[in-house]
């Protein structure tokens, strides 16, 4: 028997006066079409957020760091600010009976780097750590394609060894990492180097339809590739509103409701994801509502 589908969405939505009342509306939007319904924490969360979220009795995934005051970032000489990082976020989810989650975790820098989203901007935490050396121009935040070099690659190779630290320490947890915005020295972009660190796999859509554009990739033929690894366990599935039109170092990130007009061919990538048997999809929209899983169903369901 095939597992049910779990759909969720992001917490940003249920933390209004009427969170309840939307909660129940997308469970039953989710009961309609046969899913179960939950919700992702998101990493901005404030402690709030989560109680208010955990006591609607749907089931909870995390999008860490939560409470943090860095980022996760495996791939720095020192891993103390991770690995503590991670350890806290751990005994949140133990505490909210929380058993799946998601993290950024391989940026190209040594030094910590501050939770973003909370009290600092995604820019103002990030900005401290750039490297002209990685950037797409010597001073733009978006990235160059640095992943031939061998500082790269003896980064990845630290992540992969701290990955398996995490899933010894953490068996209970599903723990992934997430593939990143294409900024910042995030290095985590490309099916073969997320693949390579056999470790289970959140993909962002939005996030590689950035990366592939910019760095100049086949969008689809990436996503093949993470759906063939059998290693992607939970997608984020949101929109982007960014096409060919739009000069590249003018675009951002996706994280739209699924109506809006886009080039991704998103019931595409819906199949392509029901074909590889992914049991977890969130639809990481901070204005997400019942509409979203309708339209959802519709490209999951053709």
Known sequence: M?????????????????????????????????????????????????????????????????????????????????????????????????????????????????????????RDA?????????SYDGVSPFNCDFTER????????????????????????????????????????????AVALKHPICLDISHLWASCHILGRNFHEEAEKFAASGMVKMVHFHASRYTDDIPALKWNDGHLPLRTPNQMDLPRLAKLFRRSNIRLIVLEIPAGGVNDIHDFAEMWED
């Open 2 to 122: 095939t597992e049910k589908l779990q759909l969720q969405l992001t917490s940003n939505p249920f933390n209004a006066e009427n969170g309840a009342t939307l909660c129940e509306a997308c469970r039953s939007a989710c009961d309609s079409h046969g899913y179960e319904f939950g919700i992702q924490l998101h990493n901005s969360a404030p402690e709030e957020e989560i109680t208010r979220c955990a006591s609607y009795g749907v089931p909870l995934s995390a999008h860490l760091p939560l409470l943090a005051q860095y980022c996760i970032n495996l791939a720095a000489g020192r891993d103390e600010e991770a690995m503590n990082e991670l350890a806290a976020s751990a005994a949140l989810m133990h505490e909210y009976d929380i058993r799946q989650a998601v993290f950024h975790g391989f940026r190209m820098a040594d030094d910590p780097t501050p939770a973003f989203n909370r009290n600092l901007s995604y």
């Open 126 to 134: 990030m900005q401290g750590g750039f490297r002209a050396d990685l």
């Open 150 to 193: 061998p500082e790269f690659f003896e980064r990845r190779a630290l992540v992969r060894e701290r990955l398996a630290r995490v899933r010894r320490d953490y068996p209970d947890l599903m723990l992934c990492i997430e593939n990143d915005f294409p900024s910042y020295a995030s290095a985590n972009m490309f099916a073969r180097d």
